[in-house]
T-cell receptor, first 111, second 114 residues
Framework: RKEVEQDPGPFNVPEGATVAFNCTYSNSASQSFFWYRQDCRKEPKLLMSVYSSGNEDGRFTAQLNRASQYISLLIRDSKLSDSATYLCVVTRNTGGFKTIFGAGTRLFVKA | EAGVTQFPSHSVIEKGQTVTLRCDPISGHDNLYWYRRVMGKEIKFLLHFVKESKQDESGMPNNRFLAERTGGTYSTLKVQPAELEDSGVYFC????????????FGEGSRLTVL
């Protein structure tokens, strides 16, 4: 079992739709949580950090449930420009600082 | 401020040849990481430098991979001899010392081994 698991995707949605991505992590020692966005043939870039209290940045809302070891990302009013791969990323400091990536969920937003 | 830069952006070599990838981190970033993404798989950790020292090289696949960071500035990752399964995108990322938040990535070096 992978340490960070994401919805396999791809997700195909029309413009204006709301889409939710799910992610689970297996190591209870995980400390910090992030969503990264990766455009085709580009590098990953931080989209937002994820906190237990939940956090929102415009159309994007991220949630963390430590008890369930579950992370989510909600995108409202999807835009064509939201088309990308969304990576769930977890860090821990066991045996050294480690950053663990999920395989990513591909999103296609269509007109 | 310049971001993380990697060179070459794409390299095509034959099995058995040698390739050296270079990463220039953001100026002042002591932490430098190498990652690799093989087609269809998740990004996987290769190794971590703190300045010129290898902090963690547990992700290096085998002894055909050699990473260096002489002087604690840029880093090189050499693959010798390259095998077909080494094909993928090699990402470099950097952060400042002690920081455990956002990783700043380079655009990656795509390696194709024929």
């Amino acid at each position: 079992r992978k340490e960070v698991e994401q919805d396999p995707g791809p997700f195909n949605v029309p413009e204006g739709a709301t889409v939710a991505f799910n992610c689970t992590y297996s190591n209870s020692a995980s400390q910090s949580f992030f969503w990264y966005r990766q455009d085709c043939r580009k590098e990953p870039k931080l989209l937002m950090s994820v906190y237990s209290s939940g956090n929102e940045d415009g159309r994007f809302t991220a949630q963390l449930n430590r008890a369930s070891q579950y992370i989510s990302l909600l995108i409202r009013d999807s835009k064509l420009s939201d088309s990308a791969t969304y990576l769930c990323v977890v860090t821990r400091n066991t045996g050294g600082f480690k950053t663990i990536f999920g395989a990513g969920t591909r999103l296609f937003v269509k007109a | 401020e310049a971001g993380v830069t990697q060179f070459p952006s794409h390299s095509v070599i034959e099995k058995g040849q040698t390739v050296t990838l270079r990463c220039d981190p953001i100026s002042g970033h002591d932490n430098l990481y190498w990652y690799r993404r093989v087609m269809g798989k998740e990004i996987k950790f290769l190794l971590h430098f703190v300045k010129e020292s290898k902090q963690d090289e547990s992700g290096m696949p085998n002894n055909r991979f050699l990473a260096e960071r002489t002087g604690g500035t840029y880093s090189t990752l050499k693959v010798q001899p390259a095998e077909l399964e080494d094909s993928g995108v090699y990402f470099c990322a950097s952060t400042r010392q002690g920081y455990t938040g956002e990783l700043f990535f380079g655009e990656g070096s795509r390696l194709t081994v024929l």
